[in-house]
C-alpha cells in the first residue's frame, strides 16, 4: 500500500501546469450571436444571422506528458436556405502564428462545400479560394479585415454587404 501512495505522489508531483492561450480577438473571425450580415447576390440581400459563435478562453491543466494547446474558435450563419459554418484554430505546436480555417457552405444536409485554408502572421490577405467538388458552391472569398466575405459559383456572386 505504501508503494501505491509513493508511486501516485511522484506522479502527481511530477506534472507541470500547462498555460493556454484564448483564441485572440481579430477582425477576420469575430462574431456575436444574433448579429445579422447581410451579402448581395444580383441586387437581392441575403440576410444570415449568427446562431453560434464560441472562441476558447484562457485556461490550464496539469500534465507529466509535453503537450500544447490548440486555441480554436467556430462560428454559424445561418438564413432559410443556406447555413456557413467555419471554424479557425491555431496549432501552438507547430507555428504560432498561422490560422488555420475550415469554412463550409451548405444548401441542404447532401449539398455541401468545404474550403480548407491557412493565414500567415495575420497578413493582409484578400483571396479567393475554389473547390469544384461540388457546383451549388465552388468559391468562397476571405478577407484579413471581414473574415469570410463572399461565396458562389460560375453564375452567381454573393458578397458581404
Same mark, same amino acid.
Given at each position: 500500500?505504501?508503494?501505491?501512495?509513493?508511486?501516485?505522489?511522484?506522479?502527481?508531483?511530477?506534472?507541470?501546469?500547462?498555460?493556454?492561450?484564448?483564441?485572440?480577438?481579430?477582425?477576420?473571425?469575430?462574431?456575436?450571436? &444574433?448579429?445579422?450580415?447581410?451579402?448581395?447576390?444580383?441586387?437581392?440581400?441575403?440576410?444570415?444571422?449568427?446562431?453560434?459563435?464560441?472562441?476558447?478562453?484562457?485556461?490550464?491543466?496539469?500534465?507529466?506528458?509535453?503537450?500544447?494547446?490548440?486555441?480554436?474558435?467556430?462560428?454559424? @450563419?445561418?438564413?432559410? &436556405?443556406?447555413?456557413?459554418?467555419?471554424?479557425?484554430?491555431?496549432?501552438?505546436?507547430?507555428?504560432?502564428?498561422?490560422?488555420?480555417?475550415?469554412?463550409?457552405?451548405?444548401?441542404?444536409?447532401?449539398?455541401?462545400?468545404?474550403?480548407?485554408?491557412?493565414?500567415?502572421?495575420?497578413?493582409?490577405?484578400?483571396?479567393?479560394?475554389?473547390?469544384?467538388?461540388?457546383?451549388?458552391?465552388?468559391?468562397?472569398?476571405?478577407?484579413?479585415?471581414?473574415?469570410?466575405?463572399?461565396?458562389? &459559383?460560375?453564375?452567381?456572386?454573393?458578397? @458581404?454587404?
Amino acid at each position: 500500500m505504501k508503494k501505491i501512495v509513493l508511486i501516485v505522489c511522484v506522479i502527481a508531483t511530477s506534472c507541470k501546469t500547462i498555460e493556454c492561450d484564448p483564441f485572440p480577438n481579430v477582425p477576420f473571425f469575430s462574431y456575436e450571436k &444574433n448579429q445579422k450580415c447581410q451579402f448581395i447576390s444580383d441586387n437581392d440581400a441575403l440576410t444570415f444571422t449568427v446562431t453560434e459563435f464560441h472562441g476558447s478562453e484562457a485556461w490550464s491543466f496539469k500534465s507529466n506528458c509535453d503537450c500544447g494547446c490548440l486555441p480554436f474558435a467556430s462560428m454559424r @450563419l445561418e438564413n432559410q &436556405n443556406i447555413i456557413i459554418s467555419g471554424e479557425s484554430f491555431i496549432d501552438l505546436n507547430v507555428d504560432k502564428n498561422t490560422f488555420n480555417f475550415r469554412y463550409i457552405i451548405q444548401q441542404s444536409y447532401e449539398v455541401q462545400n468545404e474550403f480548407s485554408f491557412s493565414m500567415r502572421n495575420k497578413s493582409a490577405i484578400d483571396t479567393i479560394i475554389a473547390n469544384k467538388e461540388n457546383p451549388t458552391y465552388t468559391w468562397m472569398r476571405f478577407s484579413s479585415d471581414k473574415g469570410f466575405c463572399g461565396f458562389g &459559383n460560375d453564375n452567381m456572386e454573393c458578397v @458581404l454587404k
